[in-house]
């Protein structure tokens, strides 16, 4: 086997060493600072027949809450204020409420997570809320 590296060798090493620095960076981005800092988004959605009734009906959509160690009652507390400024007709909460069955505050626990996670919602006076469970919710057996 020679220990030569050629040219081309050497650029696609590069390449995929420079790729794996992003994928990292952006692995600590969504892990570390998107989680800890909500946005609220206003999206107009266009529909040629939308009946005339829903001009201007508002949803609000709150999912992948993941309750538990990083995301507490005052975090998504903060998240439900952001989305309540929208002043929305209906609220959807999308699912994954809990964490994932793999993590450590996951299980029992990550099921005990919903009770304090549907206490911030019950906070939400006077606006139907839909709810559907994802997969995390499912893997925790968490009854919401």
Known sequence: MSSDLTRRHFLRRSALGVAGIAAAGLSLEGFGYEPRHPVAEQV?????????????????????????????????GEAVRLA?????????LTGDFVSHPFAKH??????????????????????????????????????I
């Open 84 to 92: 309540q400024e929208f002043k929305p007709h209906v609220v959807t």
């Open 44 to 76: 107009e959605v266009r529909l040629a027949r939308l009946p005339d009734a829903f001009d201007g009906f508002r949803i609000a959509q709150l999912t992948d809450i993941h309750f538990g160690p990083y995301m507490g009652q005052e975090l998504l």
């Open 106 to 143: 996951s299980g029992p626990e990550g099921a005990r997570n919903a009770e304090p996670c549907a206490d911030v919602f019950a906070r939400w006076k006077g606006v139907p809320i839909l709810a559907a469970l994802a997969n995390h919710d499912h893997w925790n057996s968490a009854k």
